[in-house]
């Protein structure tokens, strides 16, 4: 398969200031980015770089938004693995397709995204019909990662770390939690993206407990029918 077909072509564009991220997670991000831009010289005094960062927790709670703007703050490409093209059911194939993805990525000392990365890491057990080749696989995987050069950057995300093969692991230097945002949170980010709509459309009912991507389309969806509603009143009034 085409290493074009295995990787998802998304361009949009994510600074690191767009993205809620708590205290802890925005310090070892600052501090990731500023061992990458000063990688020459860390090297120099034969200091290593953190470069395969695993991303864990809660789905839609910015996992692949801090991905993009790593990528956007260190000016590097982000390749994006396509999971649903490089899963394959012929044996062998799947670690091939993978193969190709980490090599285009060193060669251009890109951000490598893996998400969903359970399901490329899984625990070698369980099935024994899967075991053999998700053995081969997970080795697979394990050495790529371990000869993957230090000026790019490997970046998985999961949702389910537990399931996930404990050697693999073992090799992320840096692993950060995501969890729900707390209120005060939350609100901050209502505040941000309602801000560009007119005021009477900003007073919207807010839902709590919820990841970020659960809150934008609650917003999104409260203001639509807020709008919607303004313009059938108008429409009536005209008539």
Do not use: W
């Not at 310090?27 to 990458?36: A, G, P, R, T």
């Not at 000063?38 to 910015?62: F, H, R, T």
């Not at 390749?79 to 062998?92: E, T």
């Not at 057990?125 to 075991?131: A, R, T, Y």
């Amino acid at each position: 398969m085409n290493v074009f077909d295995l990787i998802i072509n998304d361009k949009q564009q994510v600074a690191l200031n767009d993205v809620f991220l708590n205290h802890t997670n925005t310090e070892q991000i600052h501090q990731l980015i500023k061992e990458h831009l000063y990688i020459e010289e860390l090297s120099s005094y034969n200091l290593p770089v953190n470069n395969k960062v695993l991303l864990k927790g809660s789905s839609g709670c910015g996992k692949t938004m801090t991905a993009k703007a790593i990528a956007q703050s260190l000016d590097k490409k982000i390749l994006i693995l396509n999971l649903s093209n490089v899963v394959c059911s012929r044996i062998g194939e799947t670690s091939q397709n993978i193969k190709q993805v980490f090599d285009k990525a060193a060669r251009e000392n890109a951000v490598l995204f893996l998400d969903e990365f359970d399901q490329i890491g899984k625990a070698r057990g369980g099935d024994e019909k899967d075991v053999g080749e998700m053995r081969r696989l997970v080795n697979t995987v394990i050495q790529l990662i371990d000869y993957y050069p230090e000026n790019a950057l490997l970046i998985c995300a999961t949702n389910h770390p537990e399931m996930i093969d404990h050697a693999l692991l073992r090799r992320f230097q840096l692993q950060l939690k995501y969890e729900l945002p707390e209120t005060k949170v939350l609100d901050q980010y209502y505040d941000t993206i309602l801000d560009r709509f007119p005021k009477e459309l900003q007073n919207i009912q807010r839902l709590y407990n919820i990841s970020f991507a659960q809150a934008k389309d609650h917003a999104f969806t409260m203001v639509k029918s807020a709008l919607i509603s303004k313009l059938e009143a108008s429409k009536n009034l005209a008539v």
